[in-house]
């Protein structure tokens, strides 16, 4: 959607109080920690940019919350299974030995959004070391969140999202259907399927590495498990609007207890 688009259907530019009202009416409140997917041009135009909504989510949850993002870099992942684009055969081993090592200081996302490209640079803002499958926090549980983020564990135990579950975080959803919680499950749940090799590089002692890793199986039922979730538990998904965009929110305990269940027994 071009700027111009997003200007002509915005009643009036969106601002950081504004916003932050916005995400403290939906429970995003001081102290809490969330994992947040979004969208920023579904918030409508903003007054300054994505500065604006990541001044907002930091100053709904203050100080003494935490505010997690997926900063995912695929750009760095096994070339061989690439569809967006598919690359030659002939090319997946210059890409595997020479492209550059993931540095959280420095790897853009990619496919994640101008709001984590922005969050992931801020000040006090951690970013954890996976090459591929990394998140960023900013808070008072940032270090805690994205430290040891084990290769072998992109999504899984030694991740991230456990960290977050483990705090019960909410999940905030603006503008889009994401839902990173749910490979949490995915690790959890015992439903078959075949497991995934990856790869990507990093730097170990200065030097460029590949590093391979195996994911569970993952499948294209998210949102059929989101339905099951709210048709059984409705209550617990709290929804609403930032600026322009419709919002959801909900604990991440129940959802990926739940998900993880209903992969045993539907997958």
């Known amino acids: 959607m071009s700027e111009r688009e997003v200007v002509e259907r915005?009643?009036?530019?969106?601002?950081?109080?504004?916003?932050?009202?916005?995400?403290?009416?939906?429970?995003?409140?001081?102290?809490?920690t969330a994992l947040v997917h979004s969208s920023l041009s579904a918030i409508g135009w903003v007054a300054g940019g994505v500065p604006t909504v990541v001044d907002a989510l930091l100053g709904a949850v203050t100080e003494d919350g935490t505010i997690a993002v997926p900063t995912h870099s695929t750009q760095l992942s096994d070339p061989t299974d690439w569809e967006n684009p598919p690359v030659p055969d002939d090319w997946i081993e210059t890409i595997r030995a020479e492209g550059a090592p993931y540095r959280p200081e420095l790897t853009p996302t990619r496919g994640m959004g101008a709001i984590p490209e922005c969050l992931r640079d801020y000040p006090g803002a951690r970013r954890s070391r996976h090459p591929t499958t990394s998140f960023a926090a900013w808070g008072a549980d940032a270090e805690a969140v994205t430290a040891d983020h084990a290769y072998d564990s992109p999504m899984g135990e030694d991740s991230p999202l456990a960290r977050l579950y483990e705090r019960d975080a909410l999940i905030v959803r603006v503008g889009v259907d994401a839902n990173t919680s749910l490979h949490l499950a995915e690790y959890r749940a015992d439903y078959g399927g075949d497991p995934e090799t990856n790869g990507g590089p990093v730097l170990v002692d200065g030097e460029r590495e590949w590093v391979e890793f195996t994911e569970p199986e993952s499948r294209d039922d998210f949102r059929e498990i989101e339905a099951a979730f709210e048709a059984e538990h409705g209550s617990e998904v709290w929804r609403g609007r930032v600026g322009d965009a419709e919002a959801t929110v909900?604990?991440?305990?129940?959802?990926?207890?739940?998900?993880?269940?209903?992969?045993?027994?539907?997958?």
């Open 10 to 32: 915005t009643e009036a530019p969106r601002s950081t109080d504004g916003l932050r009202a916005d995400l403290r009416d939906l429970g995003v409140t001081p102290g809490e």
């Open 250 to 267: 909900c604990r991440m305990r129940p959802l990926v207890d739940f998900a993880a269940e209903w992969m045993e027994a539907n997958r």
